[in-house]
């Protein structure tokens, strides 16, 4: 008998290293798969249980007008508001669990130098964003929110929506959110070499154009919210370069 074209046996003469290669890919894609079901799972089942505390949620979003009171406009805004409140919370508060689900999917391929950087990453980054959450909300949007009432008149009063308020405070607090993750920014960009934090220091005066530049990008067009969204971020800026040269500084003698 003649042996089959592209031999040894194998039908249709695969390479076994091809069929290795793609049964990890397609491994690959599995575990992919699993990481984002369990991930939106996790994220419906605490909104879910987060919709029996939206109102309570809701209280205290509007704390910072509870004088001047919250209405609704339409006879569905109140519902999609506290819908979107147990979204956005329950989101938050399973952000940990997922970024543990894509640490553990992206953690056979790295290396143990990489291991020991990535865990931290993911704390820290995690650990500022709420950070960033919390100033905002605490600080940052009673502030706003009083300064832009001041504008009003004794014929020209306020009259806020509750969804119009909620799409605001989040905004305000995604941003601040974001905008702390600046220290991990630079300290990563210096640790590559890309950024070096002498050049950052020398080139203060750019960074707080640029700072203040995104600020009044980010925040509603006030001066208040722009100026106690630049000075934290201006402050958590010049501590990521300090942290960035003392990093450097230690990989060098390492080296």
């Not at 508001?81 to 669990?97: C, D, E, N, Q, W």
């Not at 553990?104 to 993911?122: D, K, N």
């Not at 000075?231 to 942290?243: A, N």
Request: aromatic share 10%.
């Amino acid at each position: 008998m003649t042996d089959i074209p592209g031999g040894s046996g194998q039908a249709g003469g695969a390479d076994p290293e091809d069929q290795q290669a793609r049964m990890g890919f397609v491994e690959h894609l599995e575990e992919l798969r699993s990481v984002l079901i369990q991930s939106g799972l996790a994220a419906l089942a605490a909104a879910s249980l987060c919709w029996f505390w939206s109102a309570r949620i809701l209280d205290v979003l509007i704390s910072p007008i509870a004088e001047q009171g919250i209405y609704f406009t339409a006879p569905n805004e109140a519902f999609l508001t506290r819908l979107k409140i147990a979204g956005m919370v329950g989101i938050f508060v399973v952000l940990p669990f997922i970024l543990f689900r894509v640490y553990a999917f992206i953690m056979p391929g790295l290396y143990r130098s990489e291991r020991r950087v990535v865990a931290p990453l993911l704390i820290s980054s995690t650990l500022l964003f709420y950070a960033g959450l919390v100033f905002s909300f605490l600080v940052v949007v009673p502030q706003v929110i009083t300064f832009l009432l001041s504008f009003g008149t004794q014929t020209m009063v306020p009259l806020i929506g509750v969804g119009n308020y909620f799409s605001f405070v989040s905004r305000m607090c995604l941003a601040f959110g974001l905008v702390f993750q600046l220290p991990l920014l630079v300290l990563g960009l210096s640790w590559v070499g890309i950024l070096k934090p002498r050049m950052l220091l020398r080139t203060w005066r750019v960074a707080v154009i640029v700072i203040a530049s995104v600020a009044a990008i980010l925040t509603p067009p006030d001066v208040i919210s722009q100026v106690m969204m630049a000075v934290p971020v201006l402050i958590l800026y010049f501590g990521s370069v300090l942290i960035s040269l003392l990093v450097t500084r230690r990989r060098g003698k390492g080296n």
